[in-house]
């Protein structure tokens, strides 16, 4: 009997979501859900690229869990341009991440939002950059400079990038991860061949991500119930 097909995974933005984010992923590996490629949108984009690049759910819920997010913040001499640089932050993900997103052993890409106020999805050149310019929250942080211009993140203008998604990668069934919302836009999206497995907000703050693996496992059992059924479908 053949076991159930690829499935795309969207994960959604929500602030500092990385418990969150991890718990979801631990879900998909605890049932076995083949996955064939994965986008993701701020703190969604950090977790997938990471889990994308190999590491397994639980590593990556380890090394977001490592250091309280203000440890990565640093005063931008040029405030109008965000409070704070991504300079820590993207030094981090280089020694992270692959160079690029043809290293990476799934089709990637992170939503972003443009220097017009539109949304993209990044889908190759330098990861490192890309997955740092899509956890730039406007005001918050200064833009990233990606060959399309200078980037922020995605979540301001779409949270979780679904349409843009099916129109690189055409239609196939799709898990998307929707962690309720603290901040950025929700947009409506088609919800055919789509399984929605939604989580609460995270409650992390900049100076204390809470209760990491409390919020971890209240994702990963709400992740499982979903996605149990997809596997006899």
Same mark, same amino acid.
Not at 33 to 54: F, H, K, N, Q, R
């Given at each position: 009997?053949?076991?159930?097909? *690829? ?11 990385? #418990?969150?984010? &991890? ?15 994965? /986008?993701? !949108?701020?703190?969604?984009?950090? &977790?997938? #690229?990471?889990?994308?690049?190999? =590491? ?7 090394? $977001?869990?490592? =250091?309280?997010?203000?440890? $990565?913040?640093?005063?931008?001499? &040029? ?10 932050? $993207? ?7 692959? #160079?690029?997103?043809? @290293?990476?052993?799934?089709?990637? #890409? ?24 899509? /956890? &730039? ?12 211009? =200078? /980037? ?5 203008? @779409? ?26 836009? *929700? ?11 939604? !989580? ?10 809470? @209760? ?11 992740? =499982? ?9």
């Amino acid at each position: 009997m053949p076991g159930p097909p *690829d499935h795309d995974l969207v994960l959604s933005s929500g602030f500092l979501a990385f #418990a969150r984010q &991890a718990g979801f992923l631990a879900a998909v590996e605890d049932v076995g859900l083949p996955v064939g490629g994965l /986008c993701g !949108t701020s703190s969604g984009a950090l &977790a997938g #690229a990471l889990w994308a690049s190999g =590491r397994s759910a639980a590593e990556v819920g380890a090394e $977001l869990s490592q =250091r309280a997010p203000w440890q $990565l913040m640093r005063l931008n001499p &040029a405030p109008w341009r965000g409070a704070f640089t991504m300079g820590v932050i $993207l030094d981090l993900l280089d020694a992270l991440l692959p #160079a690029e997103f043809a @290293d990476l052993q799934r089709p990637f #890409a992170v939503g972003v939002r443009l220097e017009n106020g539109q949304h993209a999805l990044i889908s190759e050149g330098p990861l490192a950059a890309a997955v740092a310019a899509s /956890c &730039a929250m406007p005001g918050v942080f200064a833009p990233i400079d990606l060959p399309v211009g =200078r /980037c922020q993140d995605g979540g301001a203008v @779409d949270r979780v990038g679904l349409s843009a998604w099916k129109a690189l990668r055409g239609p196939r069934p799709t898990v998307v991860h929707w962690v309720d919302r603290t901040a950025g836009k *929700d947009v409506d999206f088609d919800p055919a061949g789509v399984t929605l497995v939604r !989580t609460p907000r995270s409650g992390a703050r900049f100076w204390n991500l809470g @209760d990491f693996e409390g919020q971890l496992e209240e994702a990963r059992t709400l992740a =499982r119930a979903a996605l149990l059924p997809l596997l006899s479908a």
